[in-house]
């Protein structure tokens, strides 16, 4: 049975904040870079042991697997930095930024147009973005915004190419797992004398790492680069309806608002025939 691409990514999507909210709550026991180091490493293992992506390597295929890789690494880790010191929304808000530019680059009719403006003002009335928090958070998270562009661009190329697809992903989470070593390496340590903590690591290697990065080959598989940059904007319309299901808090007039432009924007788009 085929499931359409959309579903894949409202898969990711879902996944792409509980990993996250799990992870906030670590950081009173683990450094969020500690954090970051634990949730590439275990989802490399995971991966591994699944796909054991050593036999795909040709030498076609290892830069690709580098750069994606290295982005993974500087990401994940930046993104976490940044949460841990500014609100989830407004990470999540700015992560969107960059990617307003790639859906818009492949715009060509006033009917997209129109679907990236309902989109974006749906992100807008969602987010609130305020301007609070550490200096500092800003920092990664306009890294981490840039990082996620890059990750889409990447990853969708991988994902359409002979190179790419989920042991494609599974090596560059290999190597992630690598080049994140000296940056979390220390962080993690009191990880090894808290089972709980390390349990919990693992799991949100699993949430944030695994599933939603398996989604999101699947469905770049067979999404232009535009229009899953577009379907990015359900993020924060997720992360609402997540909130009223997990976490029972009733949205807003103005949140409901948000998530009905947002839907109206993923729905009015088209993609490339």
Not at 144 to 170: E, P, R, T, W
Request: with cysteine; aromatic share 10%.
């Amino acid at each position: 049975m085929r499931f359409p691409p959309w579903s894949y990514f409202v898969g990711s999507a879902v996944f792409h904040y509980l990993g996250p909210s799990f992870a906030v709550l670590l950081f009173s026991r683990i450094g969020p870079l500690g954090v970051a180091g634990i949730r590439i490493w275990s989802a490399a293992l995971v991966f591994a042991v699944w796909r054991r992506p050593w036999r795909t390597l040709t030498r076609h295929t290892w830069r690709t697997m580098l750069v994606w890789g290295a982005v993974l690494a500087a990401m994940n880790s930046s993104f976490y930095m940044a949460i841990a010191r500014l609100p989830l929304a407004t990470v999540a808000a700015i992560e969107f930024l960059p990617v307003v530019v790639l859906a818009a680059l492949g715009i060509r009719t006033r009917r997209n147009i129109a679907a990236l403006l309902a989109a974006v003002g749906g992100v807008y009335v969602l987010t609130e973005v305020r301007i609070e928090g550490e200096p500092l958070g800003f920092v990664f998270a306009f890294a981490n915004a840039a990082l996620f562009a890059l990750y889409i661009v990447v990853a969708h190329k991988a994902a359409q190419s002979g190179g790419g697809g989920i042991d494609g992903l599974a090596l560059a989470m290999v190597v992630a797992g690598v080049l994140v070593l000296p940056i979390g390496g220390v962080q993690a340590v009191p990880a090894v004398a808290d089972p709980v903590a390390l349990a919990a690591g693992v799991g949100v290697g699993i949430s944030s790492s695994v599933i939603p990065y398996v989604c999101d080959q699947l469905a770049m598989a067979r999404l232009s680069r535009a229009t899953y940059a577009l379907m990015v904007s359900l993020l924060p319309a997720t992360a609402a309806v997540t909130g009223l299901v997990v976490l029972r808090q009733a949205p807003a007039p103005a949140e409901i608002a948000g998530v009905g432009l947002v839907i109206a924007g993923v729905a009015v788009h088209r993609g490339d025939r």
